[in-house]
């Protein structure tokens, strides 16, 4: 029996899980000690039975996790009977509007966003925002709202477009993985691996004024930041900052 204790690994992946929808096998090492995390997915895999800490409950499922895709596109995903257990982590409204049905689409584009944004979450997981959609004010598009303190708190992508008067403006293409809030001022945040992103200008600087109306309304704060950038190596030529149109090669943006 597996008991859903939190800050457990279960516990951890299964909310990172309900967040994203997916998670990147080969990145398991950003949420502690890989092989105990790898041993926690094998084990969850196959019949196995899960407890509520806190009321008792169990639910004997054939799997909580599934796994897709091949090498570095292997995913860990949630099975769709494992969906009761995150309403015992204050979750699961926010997880139904991103599975797509419980099938989320498996194209290589859709599959590599998923993985950026995960991995960059687990990183602020690991110190201390809070995440989760229940435990973050409900962002505003108009007015001086200020809902937003000194918590720590990030944002992914998705939640950037949704607001309490339905989506923003659209954004266009933007690599953005999310935006935080922390030490009263707002990032963005990207999450370039390690390799040359190809940036869209157009749509980086559409990100970056919807970015910047949120943190006024929401915080008070002109965020005029430069952006969080995450990356696996330092190396040389290992990401670009200035942004180039790829038909006229003129650079349209330089955070």
């Known amino acids: 029996m597996k008991i859903l204790k939190p800050g457990s690994q279960l516990h951890r992946l299964i909310s990172l899980l309900s967040v994203c929808g997916e998670f990147p096998v080969k990145s398991l090492d950003l949420l502690g000690n890989k ?26 499922l054939p799997k909580i ?35 797509y049905g419980y099938n989320m689409p498996m194209t290589q584009a859709h599959v590599d966003r998923n993985h950026r944004v995960a991995e960059t979450l687990a ?4 110190a201390g925002f809070h995440y989760l959609p229940h435990t973050l004010p409900r962002l505003k598009s108009e007015g001086i709202n200020r809902i937003i303190t000194t918590q ?3 944002y992914p992508s998705r939640m950037l477009k949704f607001t309490d008067n339905g989506e923003v403006n659209k954004t266009g293409f933007s690599r953005v993985t999310g935006a935080v809030f922390a030490g009263g001022d707002c990032y963005a945040v ?17 990100m970056n004024v919807n970015i910047n109306l949120l943190s006024i309304v929401n ?3 002109d965020h005029a930041r430069l952006p969080m ?17 790829e038909k006229s090669h003129q650079c349209q943006i330089s955070f």
């Open 35 to 60: 092989r105990l995390y790898r041993r926690v997915v094998s084990e969850c895999t196959i019949p196995v039975t899960v407890q509520n800490p806190t009321t008792k409950e169990t639910l004997s």
């Open 65 to 99: 996790f599934i796994l897709t895709g091949k090498g570095r596109m292997k995913s860990i995903r949630l099975y769709k009977g494992a969906r009761p257990i995150l309403t015992w982590i204050g979750e699961g409204e926010y997880y139904d509007s991103i599975c």
């Open 123 to 126: 990183a602020f997981m690991d």
């Open 152 to 154: 720590p708190l990030a």
């Open 190 to 206: 990207y999450n370039t691996r390690n390799a040359v992103m190809k940036w869209s200008g157009e749509g980086e600087m559409k």
């Open 219 to 221: 915080s008070g704060v």
């Open 229 to 245: 950038l995450f990356f696996r190596c330092i190396a040389r030529d290992c990401f670009s900052l200035n942004a180039c149109d």
